[in-house]
């Protein structure tokens, strides 16, 4: 460490529980972050401030005007171009901290394509808004031994829970299936900021443990937290469950199964297609397009235009259809004009 970097972090190596040996670990960390919504641009945005080395920022989306009221790195301009998250996250990362590496990833993490997105992260911490990608990441993080931290939060409410490998509970011991029903969601019970920042600063702590050499000081327990009531709760995470399918019987059903099913978005009247293998050629897309509406591109996305709907299509071959929550239509429209 030279003497900038010193005085850089010069406030996290008087901290005990850091010091210069655990500054200089966070510096040589790999970390990953799934999702780059609210959660997932303050855990990008803690973590790059605190030095770690390699930040992988992976999520799907692009930037909107409802998401600036809670989502801590994106800008009115990043709305204004419709920019994918994760290229406005590490735009936004380079101005923060300009001696890391983040590299933003504009994609959908599914079973085929965990392994090569997020394969080399010591720590995947969770900023997504859905169980089938926690389920898919508690799968690949615990084939792997990868330690990962849940987090999820909804109107003035939030929780955390560290999962690590061979000592805590993963997730399916704890939430053995997917829930079932209508659960309240971003989309119906709105959310606050405040809750965001609460519980994304409980995953960024867990993180900074871990990244620094101190996994063992990261408590097994599930941490709730209610900003508008105040109410704040932990208690001890369960044992690990010897039938939980995943941990214990070892059996990895959402790294092995149906990759691509059509995916309503938290928080949208929009639904996420991605029916194609391989690249699409948006150029010729977009000239195919143009008789039939309006198209607007930019280096990241192709947006068409076709009343009451709005498409986005990344070259990786999703669309994002927004103006519906129904999946049969988002697909009728998506092989109606992508094909
Ligand atoms: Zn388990």
Redesign the pocket.
């Given at each position: 460490m030279d003497a900038s970097e010193r005085e850089r972090y010069s406030r996290q190596i008087l901290f005990p529980g850091i010091g210069e040996s655990g500054q200089a670990a966070l510096m040589r960390a790999r970390v990953a972050i799934v999702g780059c919504g609210a959660l997932g641009s303050f855990h990008a945005m803690a973590l790059a401030r605190a030095g770690v080395g390699e930040i992988a920022i992976v999520d799907r989306d692009y930037v909107e005007p409802a998401n600036l009221q809670r989502q801590w790195l994106f800008e009115e301009s990043d709305a204004a171009e419709a920019l994918p998250k994760a290229v406005a996250a590490e735009r936004r990362i380079a101005r923060i901290n300009g001696s890391i590496r983040a590299r933003g990833v504009v994609a959908d993490v599914t079973c085929e394509n965990i392994a090569e997105l997020i394969g080399g992260a010591q720590l995947i911490l969770d900023g997504t808004d859905n169980f089938e990608t926690r389920y898919l990441i508690n799968d690949f993080a615990v084939s792997r031994g990868v330690p990962w931290i849940y987090g999820a939060v909804v109107a003035s409410y939030g929780l955390t829970m560290p999962v690590i490998p061979g000592r805590t509970?993963?997730l399916?011991?704890v939430y053995p299936d997917l829930p079932g029903g209508s659960q309240p969601t971003c989309e119906t019970a709105g959310v606050l900021n405040a809750i965001v920042s609460a519980v994304a600063s409980l995953q960024v702590a867990d993180a900074l443990k871990i990244l620094s050499g101190r996994p063992d000081l990261v408590r097994a327990r599930i941490a709730t937290i209610d900003v508008w009531s105040g109410v704040i709760r932990q208690i001890d995470g369960p044992q690990?469950?010897p039938g939980?399918p995943?941990?214990?019987l070892r059996e990895f059903a959402f790294l092995e199964g149906a990759c691509r099913a059509a995916l309503r978005l938290c928080g949208r009247n929009a639904v996420q297609v991605h029916e194609r293998d391989g690249p699409l050629d948006l150029a010729g897309l977009k000239t195919r397009l143009e008789p039939l509406g309006e198209v607007r591109t930019n280096e990241f996305a192709l947006r068409f235009f076709i009343s009451p709907y709005e498409m986005t299509v990344f070259p990786d071959g999703r669309a994002i259809i927004k103006g519906t929550s129904d999946a049969g239509i988002a697909r009728s429209l998506y092989a109606k004009y992508v094909g």
């Open positions: 509970a993963c399916r011991c690990p469950d939980c995943t941990c214990g």
